[in-house]
């Protein structure tokens, strides 16, 4: 078993090598709890793979939360917030009849990290089991080919966490439960079309580190890693800290793993809601995020963006769709990653507020705030970009302010 285990992993750590999987993260139901259709995953999926502007490999993989068909309403409940829309899946509908995202998935050759609802109890696990089971012998080969890895659970170390708990989040499972639903997985998987794929435990980058869970560590064949600065509001979250957060959060969770791969299952920054800390919803704050953490990342790393759509039929808050509540090919913001391409020159020579202001005063050609805030200004970085049109010098300047807002300065 362990020889199996460390072939899986190989292969987890191969399949990015040649070529990463590039996707998001989609619900089994839409925001008013009606069960998505096989039709519904097909539009999806087809809408995700033609995205405008998309990054070279576009988006063609798909996560998924439960092996189960469903027709619950999803709260939601990423890591390190008490203020969540992202899906928390109840099994409904079915008790244990495979999700229809398998054969939209088959007939638009989108790629599939499964994932098997863990927090529900033995009993509802036993049901993702049978799912399971019974996808791989209803589609077999055509499924096999299409599975990038097995997700055993989501975020459910951080839910019985102390800030989960004080968060009132949804019940979760223990570490020592998680490690032995994977081996679970494992038995049902065993000389099947799906043996050889990786299998793993998806969870915040806060409780990766946390050495009490350290046996799922030790049992899964890689780390899926949910990260968002957005709700780390005990520190300084502003958008111009969102990297650094999300580098420091990626980095601890890797020298964790044991060397084991770290695919980025979650990560985002929502384009409308509450203000979180010091980082403020928009879609300026989202196209920043999505430039400066995810474009470096695609191409390179297993990463399921959350998400395209989040808001059908109704928008919740925070929301960190792409697109709104009708699908379109057409972002929100443009994500095609080239004002994305640029080289950080300086972040900390100019540190006092009356220096930022001097500094900028002597290279702004236009700005997007009014003349009386520069003295207001916490932050300043400038990034290099030879041959654009950022600047006289190919540069842009990115302001921070005490309210948690931005703006670029050429």
Known sequence: MHHLSRLAALAATLSTAMGAYQGFNYGSSFTNGAAKQQSDFEAEFRTARGLVGAPAGGFTSARLYTMIVSSAPHPLVPGLKSLTTKPVEQQGGTANAPISAIPAA?????????????SAGDAAFANELQALSSAIQQYGTGLGGLVAGISVGSEDLYRISPTGLENKENPGAAPLTIAHYIKQVRDVIHNTALSGAPVGHVDTWTEWVNSSNQVVVDASDFLGFDG??????????????SKSLFDDALG??????????????ETGFPLSGKTMGQAVPSIQNAKYYWDQVG???????????????????TTPNPSFGLIGNTLTTTPLFDI?????????SSSSSISSPSGISSALSQTAQSTFFKPSEMSTITSATTFLAPGSSLGPNGTMTVASFPSGTWAYVN
């Open 106 to 118: 088959i007939a638009t050759k989108t790629s599939l990290l499964l994932g098997l609802w863990a």
């Open 295 to 313: 474009c470096p990342l695609f191409g390179s790393t297993n990463v399921w963006w959350y998400t395209m759509q989040d808001s059908a039929p």
């Open 228 to 241: 968002y600065p957005y709700f780390q509001k005990t520190q300084q979250n502003d958008i111009g800290h």
């Open 252 to 265: 601890a969770t890797k020298a964790a793993s044991q060397g084991k791969p770290v695919w980025i299952t």
């Open 336 to 344: 095609s990653c080239n004002s994305g391409k640029l080289s950080q």
